[in-house]
């Protein structure tokens, strides 16, 4: 294939081009920020999760607790009418006994349930305040996240504009190009994975560790200007300048 010689040496342009574009898009999708979003948006996941759990078991806890309750105020309610009946004296002697027992487990059981109520509501001081901290966490990570949206938010804001800086230049090197070497150029560095032209001096290339055989090398002295040289191992389209 050959192609002017003037629109090879255009391509060493659109590469120096290509390789600022692809800079810059991978700027924009390894900003530091986007790491730490995610790892603090994970962390708030974790928070949410927790929250749920936390939430069942105050649930639980404020059930129990209003079970005990309502124990308690039968048993309070049952020894009222028993103790009324032991003060009336109305009654056998064996039956005013076993009243009196009675009322012995309704207090023992009574106290009980006030130590169990206890516990219970200290449980659920201890959820609350787990609550609070849970909340106060969540605060931070949004006020973080707030703060790091901002700055992807500038970032990328002037990253797309050189992006599109950069791409009207391109356009307007792309277009005097010849179609066919264009095209060629574009297949290179789509299978290099970006690379599409080097710059070759004096039989050596510029900026890329490459390694020409002898063969190679007597091809780049040996050709014609327009004629399009590639690599044999990488398919690099090699541009040949003067020193």
Known sequence: MEAPWKDQLALLDLQELDSKIAKLQFQL??????????????KDQVLDAKKTKLSVLQADKKRENTSLE?????????????????????GSPKELVSLQEEIQQMNKRSQDLEEQMLTVMGQLENLESIEEEIAQRKAEYAQEITRLKGEVGEEESQISAQLEQLSGERAQKAAAVDAELLDLYEH????????????VVAGRPVGYDLAFSVAETARLRAAKPEEVITSEDEGYLLIRCPQ
């Open 188 to 199: 290179v560095r789509s299978r290099t994975g970006g690379v599409g032209a080097v710059k």
């Open 29 to 42: 999708k390894k900003m530091p920020q986007l790491a730490q979003l995610a790892e603090l948006k994970e």
């Open 70 to 90: 309502n124990d308690l105020a039968a048993i309070e309610n049952r020894k009222i009418t028993q103790q009324q009946r032991l003060d009336s004296g109305q």
